[in-house]
């Protein structure tokens, strides 16, 4: 059963376009969402949401956490050829000794010239 | 900027031997994780360490596997018995702070191959 969800699963687009990513989830005793970038190896850290409805910000990327109706999203505005990458949604919740960390099938977004 | 270090960068193994996948994390970090990402799918949690024992570990993580901090640096994943399904991304993570929500820190990850 998929705690976490990732749409599209990827995604083309030109240079400059804006995207939205998704991620949905369910999870019990749900502490905050993590969105990371992949590329060729290790996933590198981007946002943490833990409140509803206060947008986080970086550069061209921003992220939004609805935890009432359990989702978030990623935009990146005017794509780069750099962005494209596999982005990853990950949930923390509660877990019996700790947090435990549930992570989405990710979203491949390619970036052509 | 400190970053978690993970050897070697690609293991290719016989079925049936035994591998160990190295990782040096963080130095200030508390919280451990190993996760596995088979090709083309989703990163899976395998396990989490905290205060010399396990503290969470997946159904993934069977009697196959063992992890051991060695040492005051290193953080070892040990896979007796390997199988072609063991072929993977193993990813190190770990975290400075376990009562408060902190980011996890990912090494560039062990390829394992099995033939």
């Known amino acids: 059963e998929d705690k976490v969800v990732q749409s599209p699963l990827s995604l083309v687009v030109h240079e400059g376009d804006t995207v939205t990513l998704n991620c949905s989830y369910e999870?019990?005793?749900?502490?905050?969402l993590l969105w990371y970038k992949q590329e060729k190896k290790a996933p590198t850290f981007l946002f943490m949401l833990t409140s509803s409805g206060i947008e986080k910000k970086s550069g061209r990327l921003s992220s939004i956490l609805d935890k009432k109706e359990l989702f978030s999203i990623l935009n990146i505005t005017a794509t780069q050829t750099g962005d494209s990458a596999v982005y990853l949604c990950a949930v923390v919740a509660q877990a019996n000794t700790g947090n435990q960390f549930y992570f989405g099938t990710g979203t491949s977004l390619t970036v052509i010239p | 900027e400190p970053e978690v270090t993970q050897t070697p960068s690609h293991q290719v193994t016989q079925m049936g031997q035994e591998v160990i996948l190295r990782c040096v994390p963080i130095s200030n970090h508390l919280y451990f994780y190993w996760y596995r990402q088979i090709l083309g799918q989703k990163v899976e949690f395998l396990v989490s360490f905290y205060n010399n024992e396990i503290s969470e570990k997946s159904e993934i993580f069977d009697d196959q596997f063992s992890v051991e901090r060695p040492d005051g640096s290193n953080f070892t994943l040990k896979i007796r018995s390997t199988k072609l399904e063991d072929s993977a991304m193993y990813f190190c993570a770990s975290r400075r702070d376990r009562g408060t929500i902190q980011p996890q820190h990912f090494g560039d990850g062990t390829r394992l191959s099995i033939l």
């Open positions: 999870v019990t005793n749900f502490r905050s």
